[in-house]
């Protein structure tokens, strides 16, 4: 009998020491591989002003961003690493008195389309939620519409920057995962586009963005 307690023992702790081993082989192999998903959520946009700019800083644009992204992840350790890129768009937008059509500045100001490619570095917070930060590049165009009530002009800047953010991603079982970041981005440098694609030099800009969003997505 003392023999057969000892036998249960001695295999009810290799068990236990087997089931972490297994936990964390499978932790590993949620957060890693090709990803791809969608985001939404809130977008804040304050234009900045430079010495040669015509952008308004003293209005901020409200809105929803939205848009998808994609990623490649690795588990290394107690870490995972990863890459990613992302395209959006944005409703956020707003409207100043017109006072003179060649300043576009005064006009309607609307985010255009968004892009970004950075990194991501996380650590496990359990079996299925990772908690991460976040860097890269960003390159954010700009509508902007001018009228004094007879002519309108528009035109496009591109204006570029670096993000900076952090989240928690959650694995919903097998493949899907949902996630909430917070976001914010700065824009130094911007340029006016033309209706035939060139483009004037940079210029000086600081135009500030907070954003908000929710995302579902799947890996692979």
């Known amino acids: ?44 946009l304050q234009p900045g002003s430079g010495p040669n700019s015509s952008i ?4 901020s644009a409200d809105g929803l961003v939205y848009g998808g992204d994609a990623g490649y992840d690795v588990a290394l350790g107690g870490l995972v690493v990863g890459a990613e890129g992302e395209v959006t768009g944005s409703t956020s937008k707003v409207t100043n008195d017109p006072v003179n059509a060649a300043a576009l500045g005064y006009g309607r100001v609307k985010a255009g389309r968004d892009l970004y490619v950075g990194g991501r570095v996380g650590f496990r917070a359990g079996s299925s ?30 204006l570029d ?29 911007a340029r006016l586009e033309y209706p035939n694609g060139a483009n004037t030099a940079n210029f000086d800009v600081d135009t500030d963005r907070h954003q908000v969003v929710a995302g579902v997505g799947v890996r692979f």
């Open 129 to 158: 939620t990772l908690i991460y930060g976040k860097a890269g590049y960003t390159n954010q165009r700009l509508d902007l519409t001018a009228s004094n009530g007879t002519t309108e002009t528009g035109q496009h800047y591109n």
């Open 1 to 44: 009998m003392r023999k057969l307690v000892l036998t249960a023992a001695t295999a009810a702790l290799g068990l236990g020491l087997a089931a972490p081993a297994f936990a964390q082989d499978s932790d590993r192999d949620t957060f890693t591989g090709p990803r791809v998903g969608v985001i939404a959520g809130y977008d804040r």
């Open 56 to 59: 308004r800083s003293d209005h």
């Open 161 to 189: 920057g670096y993000r900076l953010g952090a989240g928690v991603e959650h694995s919903l079982g097998g493949k899907a995962y949902a996630k909430v970041e917070y976001r914010y981005s700065n824009y130094g440098n």
